[in-house]
């Protein structure tokens, strides 16, 4: 099956510091990615949507200028925490769809990043 | 907008047990509905989906999950669990409009006691 991958797989940082995530799909080409926030105990929250050779869309209610998202490639899709404090500390997601022709695309998930920021 | 709830948060049950977990959805149009897994320390995993058709969905490692229109259901369903079923189960729409983007239920902790 499809494979999309995450690292790091965690991060400690400072408050104050930036973070960058990458999501990459492995063996398919993705020009969509969602990446999603899950706090403990609680479910995934879309964040936004990261478009390649475009700029990505927020959900309402996430700050584009904290979240910063560039799908540099079609395999890879990035996650910068700029500036981040200890509220931000949550496992990041990410998906990739896959085209099925149908109405809607299966989405494979990357395993996640668990960011702490102290 | 689309929406799903799930009401069981913590389920235990001992192996070789049934299986439901609840699942209800907002939306009265056209519905897709899925039940993701989430085995420990592993990423998201489709169980199943429901796009049209038969309402009782076969999915992987034994479960099922039936869609009932006049109730808004698509619970998840499994006549005997094994101790390898522990994981949290989610429910899940797609947004209203499309786009592939997914609503999450909150979740379900799935305990499978030896």
């Known amino acids: 099956g499809a494979v999309v991958s995450q690292h790091p797989s965690w991060v400690i940082c400072k408050s104050g510091t930036s973070v960058k995530i990458e999501c990459r799909s492995l063996d398919f080409q993705a020009t969509t990615m969602f990446w999603y926030r899950q706090f403990p105990k609680q479910s995934l929250m879309l964040m936004a949507t990261?478009?390649?050779?475009?700029?990505?869309?927020?959900e309402q209610g996430v700050e584009k200028d904290k979240f910063l998202i560039n799908h540099a490639s079609l395999t890879l899709s990035t996650l910068t925490v700029t500036s981040a404090h200890p509220e931000d500390s949550s496992f990041y997601i990410c998906?990739?769809?896959?085209?099925?022709?149908?109405?809607?695309?299966?989405?494979?998930f990357g395993p996640g990043t668990r960011l702490t920021v102290l | 907008a689309q929406s799903v709830s799930q009401h069981n948060h913590h389920v235990i049950l001992s192996e070789a047990a049934s299986l439901e977990l609840g699942c209800n959805y907002s939306y009265g149009g056209t519905v897709n509905l899925f039940w993701y897994v989430q085995y420990p320390g592993q990423h998201l995993q489709l169980l199943l989906k429901?796009?049209?058709?038969?309402?009782l969905v076969k999915g992987i490692k034994g479960f099922e999950a039936e869609f009932i229109k006049s109730k808004f259901s698509f619970n998840l369903r499994k006549p005997s669990v094994q101790w390898s079923d522990t994981a949290e189960y989610f429910c899940a729409v797609p947004f209203t409009g499309g786009g592939n983007k997914l609503t999450f239920g909150t979740g379900t902790q799935l305990k499978v006691e030896l």
């Open positions: 990261s478009n390649e050779g475009s700029k990505a869309t927020y």
């Open positions: 429901y796009f049209s058709g038969d309402p």
């Open positions: 998906s990739a769809p896959i085209a099925s022709g149908g109405s809607y695309n299966e989405q494979f």
